[in-house]
């Protein structure tokens, strides 16, 4: 079944033999769509659908896995108990989730059968499922994705996500509701997020929101990023087209460019009492 999503997103209704997979950022990871509506230029997932939608650009598609909550009904009665992520390789709580609501399911469903739960959203519908994570807080943690607090670079960015200030919004509420909470702090994009100026208002606004902890993370080279941000870029920033291609693809030069911002990052975090709170995750 096929309709119209939004912002011209396609979205396509499939079914899937197995939801419950293996993952290295944790012990599972769930992902109930293919694709993604926040469209992010900067995104790695775009590989998980390389050979499904070859060549359609990412944000312009979305596969809803719309047996997922019956395909995991019998994978969480014979497989180990472990922790799993929501979402790895797709946003659960993207706007399509809304009608849908298949994260929601397969996330009670975790709970019911006591599988511990990690969720990172860019997106301020998770606020919804609070009242599934209020009930199981030992068994949860709650994080959002910021980018940046510049609206117009995260709408350019980002241009299906949640406003920053609403994420920071849910996660301080998160808190306040005895949820264990974190922050991605992420990617830091050369030129127009990883200044001193703004990585310190980013450590602060997640400091205000008081997270439990926080992960930062430079821009890396994954599959299929280089095109989108390179669109971007010679569109609205041509100066950075050169800095962002040497950044990428010239491993020197992306090993000097790290070694100075994990410095910068350290410094800042120690003026905000962070420094005990920040993992980098390069």
Same mark, same amino acid.
């Given at each position: ?104 399911? #397969?996330?009670?469903?975790? &709970?019911?059968? @006591? =599988?511990? $739960?990690?969720?990172?959203? !860019?997106?301020? /519908?998770?606020? +919804? ?84 902890? #926080?992960?930062?993370?430079? &821009?890396?080279? @994954? =599959?299929? $990023?280089?095109?989108?941000? !390179?669109?971007? /870029?010679?569109? +609205? ?46």
């Amino acid at each position: 079944m096929d309709s119209s999503g939004k912002e011209n997103c396609r979205v396509r209704e499939v079914e899937c033999r197995s939801v419950l997979n293996k993952s290295g950022l944790a012990d599972y990871a769930i992902n109930c769509y293919a694709g993604c509506e926040h469209g992010c230029v900067y995104c790695y997932a775009r590989f998980a659908t390389r050979f499904s939608h070859p060549g359609e650009p990412w944000g312009s598609f979305v596969d809803v896995k719309a047996n997922a909550p019956q395909v995991l009904a019998r994978e969480v009665k014979r497989k180990r108990l472990g922790r799993v992520f929501l979402s790895s390789v797709c946003d659960g709580w993207q706007p399509g989730e809304a009608q849908y609501g298949l994260t929601r399911q #397969c996330l009670e469903m975790l &709970l019911r059968y @006591r =599988f511990p $739960v990690s969720i990172l959203t !860019k997106n301020a /519908l998770a606020e +919804r499922d609070f009242d599934l994570l209020t009930s199981s807080k030992d068994k949860v943690e709650f994080g959002v994705t910021i980018t940046t607090l510049d609206e117009s670079l995260r709408q350019l960015v980002e241009p299906q996500s949640s406003p920053s200030v609403e994420r920071l919004r849910v996660l301080q509420e998160a808190g306040r509701l005895g949820i264990r909470t974190y922050a991605f702090l992420g990617p830091l994009m050369p030129g127009l997020s990883d200044s001193d100026e703004n990585v310190a208002q980013l450590l602060e606004a997640v400091k205000d929101a008081g997270i439990d902890y #926080c992960y930062v993370d430079r &821009l890396n080279p @994954r =599959f299929g $990023v280089w095109p989108s941000l !390179k669109g971007m /870029l010679q569109k +609205r920033f041509p100066h950075l087209v050169e800095v962002y291609r040497k950044l990428l693809y010239d491993v020197g030069a992306r090993e000097e460019y790290s070694v100075r911002l994990i410095q910068s990052i350290n410094a800042l975090a120690r003026r905000q009492g962070l420094d005990d709170k920040i993992v980098l995750c390069f």
